[in-house]
């Protein structure tokens, strides 16, 4: 093979973008970035086999490539599809797309107990950003949520079955991340659940993961339980010397508390670097760490209600000579505060 | 009575063994393939043969042989996918269950064909007397030299084992099925690579229905093209048909393509007309998970023409005014019945058989079943029949595997025909509960014969 890999030019949406051959439709977007970046609730770019469940980050392909340009039949997972030279992806310029997304989002709630008032992941929850961004105000669910009996899973992970929205990220962090893999899926259709081997307690250096992956409050902190609204607690970076994982790690502070320590997540609430249960769990001290400086907080979260930033543009408006024109009041407004 | 290729010696008594199959000129394909034919030539003679997947989506078979993927050093797999368990659907067990060695022997010649080492037949858990009867036949068949290593002498060696199923619908679905063979949960993959690039345990691998591989055997007996003169158009060849329902002789038909479906239910042949004299309501076609149809349409297409029994005439009209061949489980409903009952049946079918990987699917069925529940038993409101149309229409398309669209159409066709039936349970609750809506407006047309 030559060094050099020819790379396949992609647009999304309209934004042309050059991106290494075997990328998916959804990596290439997060490479433009902004609005344009399809949601994904199940992907986990660092757990091999994840995605394509959630189908929330569905996109039109209305140019298949290059060679063969016919579009594709059907809306795909862009997660699971790759780009391929020349290829033509339709996001949120789709009304089909929307429509789609809009009726996965109900989907997803139908069944989801809507207690976010008494949920710990309210405030960073994956599923409420969605819900909040693509969903309906109203339900037109009429019926009984569906609900399972209540199993202990150990004494650091708790398990709210009610919430869970099967995307499978924790038991493939278990299958890949962790040593012995005790939790799977149990039950088929809409009775499936995560559950262990025969009330097994997860119980491994790197089970606390599975907290960090859930996308919803299915799986919490069971020392973080009740203690406290994540909007009320101010996030810090910060490392230690840690001899099996990276260290690198965010703080939450309540005061001068440590409540809970999290992996460090990018702007695409994916975890950077997993980190074992004795960082998670065992050093809650200020002490314990070397303390690199508040993390940063996207304006849009509700975790920023305590630390205003500026906010900024959008990177695509940015990049765009026409759309700066187009967006010139909020340009102006961002720069002002 | 027309011609009969796979179940032509059905009646003779003993063709359940090995020896009575042999004097009827059995496993005389196997003989020609492995003796006279290269592996190209036998995809050579089922492409010209024009056979279609007999599983339901009618994909060429030949078509999909030739893509199955040859890379060095790597092996090659055959599975036949016995896991029939689509509602109305019952051909595949008739057939194992009476001719267990036409499909060993299309077994044999397919997988030569594909140069597989071994193969294999996954049955559906339930079938248990057919998993045995399969294992009998398979031990005959070894024992006479058929399977097993150097067959006939042709330096072609041939394992073929039988898996007894999970017991799950969606493990029909071939890469859910491959999946299950593994002795994994039976959850459908992510599509791209395709099984045929990439099957089971990561090796190029071909998923054929029952019916399809037995089909092979008649195929290289007489030729392809001799095949292909049977038919209408595309659809080349005999299809079996089980028919059941409101009519007087249900069970499994062999019948050219190309039959009208008018001679297909009213034929002493056949069906036999519609039982106790009653009048013909609607037809689901190819298995519970096609549309279904109302008589008007199901006899004659909406341009006027006569309907046949062939893949392109059955979906002549879209989904509009159309169905599917699908798998060929022909179900008849008569006047009597209640689609909103039967819809909810079948919801409740996927419902339950919905393997819960990808939202829509797993959610929408749940859902859709609870309003048609609702609806069935009275308490139903008129915006329920918009709200299903839209459900179902969100589930469609956006699912992993086709499950999500076997689910929606159902109840999306049901709606588009028969929506004065349902608004009539809305505005009449009591009435539904104790009688039914009969024929309305399909009256005129089942006066036919």
Redesign the interface.
């Known amino acids: 093979m030559s060094e050099e890999i020819a790379k396949v030019k992609v647009t999304i949406d309209g934004i042309t973008v050059e991106v290494e051959p075997g990328t998916s439709i959804l990596n290439a977007a997060r490479q433009i970035g902004g609005d344009i970046v399809p949601p994904a609730m199940c992907y986990y770019s660092k757990l091999e086999g994840s995605g394509g469940k959630c189908r929330t980050c569905l996109v039109k392909v209305s140019k298949g490539s290059e060679k063969d340009p016919r579009p594709m039949p059907k809306l795909v997972a862009s997660c699971r599809t790759t780009v391929m030279d020349g290829m033509e992806v339709e996001n949120i310029t789709s009304p089909e797309v929307i429509e789609a997304r809009k009726g996965i989002v109900e989907m997803l709630l139908i069944n989801h107990p809507l207690d976010c008032p008494v949920c710990d992941q309210a405030g960073e929850c994956d599923l409420q950003n969605l819900a909040y961004e693509h969903g309906a105000e109203k339900t037109r669910y009429e019926f009984e949520r569906r609900t399972f009996d209540r199993i202990d899973i150990g004494d650091k992970v708790q398990l709210h079955m009610n919430r869970c929205i099967l995307c499978y990220r924790c038991t493939y962090v278990a299958d890949q991340i962790t040593d012995n893999r005790v939790h799977g899926i149990l039950g088929r259709g809409d009775a499936s659940e995560i559950s262990t081997y025969i009330e097994k307690a997860i119980d491994n250096d790197f089970s606390g993961n599975v907290i960090d992956v859930c996308p919803v409050g299915a799986l919490t902190d069971k020392t973080f339980r009740f203690k406290n609204r994540v909007w009320f607690t101010k996030p810090v970076d910060a490392h230690r010397n840690c001899p099996t994982c990276s260290g690198k790690v965010t703080l939450w502070y309540k005061g001068e508390e440590v409540l809970r320590v999290t992996a460090r997540k990018d702007q695409f609430g994916e975890v950077e670097e997993f980190i074992c249960n004795t960082c998670r769990y065992d050093t809650k001290k200020t002490n314990d760490w070397i303390i690199e400086g508040p993390t940063h907080i996207d304006h849009t979260s509700v975790i920023s209600s305590n630390h205003y930033e500026m906010a900024k543009p959008l990177p695509v408006i940015q990049k765009d000579q026409l759309l700066i024109e187009a967006n010139k009041v909020e340009f102006d407004r961002a720069t002002k505060i | 009575m027309a011609r009969k290729l796979l179940l032509e010696n059905i009646n003779v008594p003993g063709i359940n063994t090995f020896d009575v199959y042999r004097q009827q000129g059995g496993y005389r394909a196997v003989e020609k393939a492995l003796k006279s034919m290269s592996p190209d030539d036998v995809v050579e003679e089922v492409k010209k043969s024009g056979l279609r997947g007999r599983g339901g989506a009618g994909f060429p078979t030949g078509m999909k042989w030739s893509f199955l993927a040859k890379p060095e050093g790597k092996a090659r797999y055959l599975v036949c996918n016995a896991d029939e368990s689509e509602p109305g659907t019952f051909k595949d067990r008739y057939l194992m269950t009476y001719l267990p060695h036409l499909l060993i022997e299309g077994m044999i010649v397919s997988s030569f064909a594909l140069g597989a080492k071994v193969s294999y037949i996954y049955v559906r858990g339930e079938m248990m007397p057919q998993i045995r009867i399969l294992e009998k036949a398979i031990a005959e068949a070894k024992n006479a030299g058929f399977l097993g290593k150097n067959i006939l002498g042709s330096g072609y060696d041939l394992e073929l084992y039988v898996q007894p199923g999970g017991g799950?619908y969606?493990c029909g679905e071939e890469t859910a099925l491959i999946e299950s063979l593994e002795g994994k949960?039976g959850n459908p993959r992510?599509k791209p690579p395709f099984p045929a690039i990439s099957g089971v345990w990561g090796c190029p691998t071909v998923v054929n229905n029952v019916e399809s591989i037995a089909a092979v055997v008649p195929i290289i007996n007489d030729g392809g093209e001799e095949y292909a003169k049977i038919g209408n158009g595309r659809s080349t060849g005999t299809k079996l048909i089980s028919a059941s329902g409101n009519i007087n002789k249900p069970g499994v038909y062999e019948i050219e393509l190309g039959l009208p479906v008018e001679e297909f239910i009213y034929s002493d042949d056949y069906c036999g007309g519609i039982a106790n004299s009653k009048r013909l309501k609607a037809v689901v076609a190819g298995g519970s998970s096609v549309p279904i149809l109302p008589a008007n349409l199901i006899l004659k297409t909406i341009t006027g023409e006569p309907r046949l029994m062939s893949y392109e005439s059955l979906s002549d009209g879209g989904f509009q005014s159309g169905s599917m061949l699908g798998s060929g489980g022909f179900i008849a409903f008569d006047e009597d019945q209640c689609i909103v009952r039967n819809t909810w049946n079948y919801a409740r079918f996927y419902?339950?058989?919905?393997?819960?990987?990808?939202?829509?699917c797993?959610?929408?069925?749940?859902?859709m079943e609870?309003v048609l529940h609702r609806l069935e038993y009275g308490h139903g409101k008129m915006s329920d029949i918009d709200?299903l149309v839209?459900?179902a229409?969100?589930i469609e398309?956006?699912?992993?595997c086709p499950l999500g669209d076997a689910a929606a159409w159902p109840v999306a066709s049901a709606i588009r025909h028969f929506r004065d039936e349902f608004e009539w349970h809305v505005t009449h609750p009591k009435e539904a509960l104790e009688r039914n809506y009969g024929l309305a407006n399909y009256a005129e047309f089942t006066n036919a014969i």
Do not use: F, M, Y
């Not at chain 2, 419902?351 to 829509?360: A, D, L, R």
């Not at chain 2, 797993?362 to 859902?367: A, K, V």
């Open positions: 799950a969606i949960r992510i419902h339950h058989e919905s393997c819960g990987q990808c939202s829509p797993r959610e929408g069925t749940g859902w609870k709200l839209d459900v229409k969100k398309g956006n699912t992993i």
